[in-house]
């Protein structure tokens, strides 16, 4: 579909289910090397943006309706990735502002925008085994494919397929940044949960585009 107002709600809705459907999941890579709550608190945090889906304006753009989820993920969500997810979705918000429908070009305007906001809020660099290591892969795939005049489409399933590499590529890494950091070698072997949920929620992002 075209990237308009629809496509952002199906996205966001889409996000919530794929979040529920993998929230034992999260929390079982969180409680790995973490605290366990990660699949809760991002359960929690989209079941309410889905709630507040409704009451928005059919003449809403992508981008009111992503910063309506940035204010409900960082007032719900919590923890680290509360804040970090709500600063990107703000970001990214921001850099499509007024857009009713989104080119390629957009789509990789948003994308760079999320990434660089969680950088800004959360000083992550590639290779700390957090979501960075998911979403700046995915970021470098969008502009890729972008300068190949690909397809919007095509532009997500990169992100998508870039950002999953990613998350699994974090596997053998020692944390630098969050609560794994605490463990140090022990981290290693273990996925960063929210690498997987940022895999998550991009893979949605392409699926709700081809749709
Ligand atoms: P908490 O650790 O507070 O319980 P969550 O479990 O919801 O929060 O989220 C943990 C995830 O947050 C980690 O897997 C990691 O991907 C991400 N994270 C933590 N700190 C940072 C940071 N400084 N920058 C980027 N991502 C981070
Ligand atoms: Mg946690
Ligand atoms: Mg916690």
């Not at 929690?44 to 910063?67: E, M, N, Q, Y």
């Not at 969500?77 to 429908?101: D, F, M, N, W």
């Amino acid at each position: 579909m075209a990237l308009g107002r629809d496509w952002a709600e199906s996205w966001l809705r889409a996000t919530a289910a794929t979040v529920a459907e993998h929230r034992s999941e999260l929390v079982r890579l969180d409680r790995e090397i973490g605290d366990g709550d990660h699949g809760e608190n991002l359960d929690r945090g989209f079941t309410a943006v889905i709630a507040k889906l409704d009451s928005v304006a059919a003449d809403a753009t992508p981008a009111d309706l992503l910063k309506l989820a940035a204010t409900t993920l960082i007032s719900t969500v919590g923890g680290a990735a509360g804040p970090l997810y709500g600063t990107a979705y703000l970001r990214g918000s921001t850099a499509i502002a007024g857009e009713s429908t989104l080119d390629g070009a957009a789509v990789v305007a948003f994308l760079t925008a999320a990434r660089d906001g969680i950088v800004a809020r959360g000083k992550a660099e590639p290779g700390d085994k957090t979501m960075i290591d998911a979403w700046t892969p995915a970021v470098d795939a969008a502009v890729a494919a972008n300068g190949e005049g690909r397809s919007e489409v095509e532009i997500l399933a990169a992100a998508a397929d870039a950002a999953e590499a990613g998350a699994l590529a974090t596997e053998p890494l020692v944390a630098h940044k969050g609560r794994a950091s605490y463990l140090g070698e022990r981290a290693i072997g273990h996925r960063d949960p929210g690498a997987e949920s940022s895999a998550l929620i991009l893979r949605a992002a392409a699926e709700t585009a081809a749709e």
